[in-house]
């Protein structure tokens, strides 16, 4: 099992908390953005409210796709999101649970978005996937710098 257990990484965006809260929770703009490189999300559903539901697939060059399933935690506009999200294997079943909080500052023109990514649970066949994690959420962050300023 990876080391992996919590997560905290941080970006700044010369854009305002609205535009990048907007691409924290419009499903059209979270999918050009949440995945690591060489990855495409072609299907993505956000219901960004308390108790709302999330459900995507991101997928590899070679056409795998890894489906994702959350529920949203809890939604502060435009100040803080958390959804817990769930990978789940080849049959539908869960490998891990991630809580993922997203924190939002602004500041003469700029927003600092604070991510932390805690590891709730996982399965053995978990492993391969969390190893990579944080190399992945550093390319989800990097892109979504790219999307919006």
């Known amino acids: 099992m990876s080391d992996y257990k ?16 907007e691409a924290l929770t419009k499903s059209e703009l979270f999918a050009e953005w ?9 299907n993505c559903e956000l219901d960004a409210r308390p108790g709302g539901r999330l459900s995507l697939s991101m997928q590899d060059p070679s056409g795998t ?13 435009p100040e803080r999101l958390a ?24 500041a003469d ?10 590891l709730l649970s996982a399965t053995p066949e978990a ?12 390319q989800s962050l990097d892109k979504l710098v790219k999307l919006v300023g």
């Open 6 to 21: 919590t997560l905290h990484l941080t970006r700044t965006f010369n854009a305002p908390r609205a535009k990048v809260w």
């Open 34 to 42: 949440y995945a690591p490189d060489t990855f495409t999300v072609p």
């Open 65 to 77: 796709l890894y489906p994702l399933a959350g529920t949203y935690k809890e939604v502060v506009e």
């Open 83 to 106: 959804f817990i999200g769930t990978p789940l294997d080849a049959e539908g079943k869960p490998l891990f649970e991630m809580l993922q909080t997203y924190e939002l500052s602004e």
């Open 109 to 118: 023109g700029q927003t600092t978005l604070t991510v932390t990514s805690e």
């Open 127 to 138: 492993a391969p996937y969390l190893g990579g994690a944080e190399v992945g959420l550093n």
